[in-house]
């Protein structure tokens, strides 16, 4: 195995893949923006694009990838790890490696010098697992999160059902209502279904395990997409969940450990072994995210 830490690109030692279904179980609101699009009926109206000729709402990669990593932060600083918003300079890259440089300039300045190996050292010892996972400025994440679209099982559009409903502005020095201020609200009706796919490479099985933990949430309703949260939108749960593993350091029914803080998983009864790897799908998909959720429970991470 290469001496390399999982954090570089430059060898896959594993791919694994979480897909399914993300299905709206209230209004779902991911919206445009405060302007209007030309010719919307609505105030706020929902994100659309065009698939096979049709404009219908979706789910954008990046909005997932908030939701996991906002919820990551609070999983990781429950364990007492130090970690980054990732938001935009809020991220380890931005800060200082010492006097004069910050990591991003360090890193860049070994890069410029030929020392490729020791800029991926100091990546990997400095920067925090969510900059690893999800990504920091100049440097690619570990977990990729695609748009999720209403298609079914056979890859055709669905048709998505949207509601609008109108809303008022409230004074919040006279709590009385604000004047003029009548504003209509588009969103996915409950039931939409909406396919994602979360592919992932070099990942320690601890951190399947939160990215694992975050989906569990997901689909219980402790966690939320879109817009208008705290009026009982963006609910969803998790609907044909599937899961795919392969590569090196997937050996027999085995995840192998990728760093010294990682443990090997033996996911035995779970699993079926297939052309594309390690494969698991319904009850026994979420039974495989279980067992790396205990991984993640029970790692313990050495202090910087």
Sequence with gaps: MSSLPWSTHSVIRREAVFEGYLVAESPLRI??????????????????IKLDGKLVPYIPGSSLKGVFRSTAVQLANQKGLTVCSGLSKQTCMDHNFDRILTLLEKIQEEMKNGNVANAIRLFHERACLLCKVFGAPSFRGHAEFCDSYPVNENGDVEDV????????????????????QLYQVEYVEPGARFRFSIRTTNLPNYALGLLAKVMRMLSDGWVRIGGFKTRGFGEVRVEGLHFTASGPTVQGTKMLALDEEDVELDLAGHVSSTSRGLEASGDEAWAVLAKLEEVWDRVKFKPK
Aim: charged letters at 20%; glycine letters at 18%.
């Design 161 to 180: 059902p949207v509601g609008v409903r109108t809303g008022i502005a409230i004074n919040r020095r006279t709590g009385a209502v604000h004047g003029r």
């Design 31 to 48: 919206g445009v923006g405060r302007e209007p699009p030309l010719g919307s009926a609505v105030d706020l109206a929902v994100l659309r």
